[in-house]
């Protein structure tokens, strides 16, 4: 049987192309405006800008945490996807379409928004840079991260502890009060 050396070594270079990506778990967020439509949008801009592979969790509700009173539910989605850059331009890029959405380029994480991306996940990257803490250092105290990021990567782990997000979830759910206020 004779070996197609040029598909050959297409798909190496497919397989070297894929090594090249970082998985990536962002959470969108937000309690203003037409939050599909905005979550949507967001998605799309993403993967013009390269995120490829991307799934996206159901939108799940959430009441606010550490937000002034009469502050709307949040709508909340997990993305994830692989990303061909740095985490500084993932996040750059996520603070660009949070500011494309309407959201003040200062601002406090206590004010309603139409739009939050977060970087949540960067591979097996560990930061602790002033400008960008990976993995997300509240990730694993939020229902509203958790719940829907255990939908669509349940078995992804978090770096540092080597726990999945199942894992986390289960845990988190587990307790009677969670640290986040939210409800179970």
Do not use: N, Y
């Not at 090594?19 to 778990?25: G, L, N, W």
């Not at 405006?33 to 967001?42: L, N, V």
């Not at 061909?84 to 004010?111: F, I, M, N, T």
Request: net charge negative; proline share 7%; aromatic share 4%.
């Amino acid at each position: 049987m004779a070996v197609d050396s040029a598909a050959a070594e297409r798909t190496l270079m497919m397989d070297e192309e894929k090594k090249a990506f970082t998985p990536v778990a962002l959470m969108l967020g937000g309690d203003l405006g037409d939050s599909a439509a905005i979550f949507a949008a967001a998605a799309a801009a993403l993967e013009r800008a390269g995120l490829q592979d991307v799934r996206r969790s159901r939108i799940h509700r959430s009441a606010p945490v550490d937000c002034v009173p009469g502050t709307p539910d949040f709508s909340d989605q997990a993305l994830t996807g692989r990303w061909h850059g740095s985490a500084q331009e993932l996040l750059g890029l996520c603070q660009q379409l949070e500011r494309a959405a309407g959201r003040p380029e200062v601002h406090s994480s206590c004010e309603a928004r139409t739009l939050d991306c977060d970087l949540i996940l960067f591979g097996d990257l560990v930061s602790d840079a002033p400008e960008l803490t990976l993995p997300h250092p509240r990730a694993r105290a939020r229902r509203f991260v958790l719940e829907p990021l255990a939908e669509i990567a349940p078995d992804w782990r978090f770096p540092d502890t080597g726990t999945t997000i199942l894992q986390e979830f289960k845990r988190l759910t587990a307790l009677k009060s969670p640290p986040d206020g939210a409800t179970l």
